[in-house]
């Protein structure tokens, strides 16, 4: 058996990704989803996948396509490829499933797994998550996880650029 076999498993396609969450919800598990670049995986990023996975059973990231990335952040922009930002997040104990959306935010994904737990960052509101009226909609639940200050990927890059 491949050695990698147990992180390649966890990246799914959207078709598949379907498929995989409603065997869950037989088997009755809580669905969290949360989504970003992840960029540069760092410290706030950990925190926040960790405490979403502690509000469900099973974690869900939509990460953002190299494309998506490059038109929300700027033509520097990612850093990390995609193929190597999914290799990292499924790498992590506490993700169950990594996906790629190309759109600009991932409501098309949100409309399709229909997670029990919507999480997002401390820089939003409720009013400003994409997907938490529909989250709602049906009896979910929408979560903001605060910031672990001094972590952003933008801080990152400029302490790096002078290096």
């Not at 869950?24 to 926040?48: A, M, P």
């Not at 494309?67 to 499924?90: C, I, N, W």
């Not at 990594?98 to 229909?114: M, Q, S």
Request: with cysteine; aromatic share 8%.
């Amino acid at each position: 058996m491949d050695k990698l076999q147990w992180i390649k498993h966890k990246v799914y396609d959207r078709e598949a990704l379907i498929k995989e969450c409603n065997g869950w919800r037989v088997r009755n598990e809580k669905i969290v989803f949360t989504n970003g670049c992840f960029d540069i995986l760092h410290h706030g990023h950990l925190d926040l996948l960790a405490k979403a996975a502690s509000l469900g059973t099973k974690l869900i990231v939509g990460i953002n396509t190299d494309s998506s990335v490059k038109r929300l952040k700027g033509d520097a922009r990612p850093v990390t490829h995609e193929q190597d930002r999914l290799f990292q997040m499924a790498s992590l104990l506490c993700t169950s499933a990594i996906c790629l959306f190309d759109e600009d935010t991932p409501e098309a994904l949100i409309n399709l797994i229909k997670p029990d737990v919507l999480v997002k960052g401390g820089d939003y509101t409720i009013d400003t998550i994409v997907g938490a009226d529909f989250v709602q909609s049906y009896g979910g639940e929408v979560s903001i996880i605060p910031f672990v200050e001094g972590y952003s990927t933008t801080s990152l890059i400029s302490r790096i650029q002078k290096l």
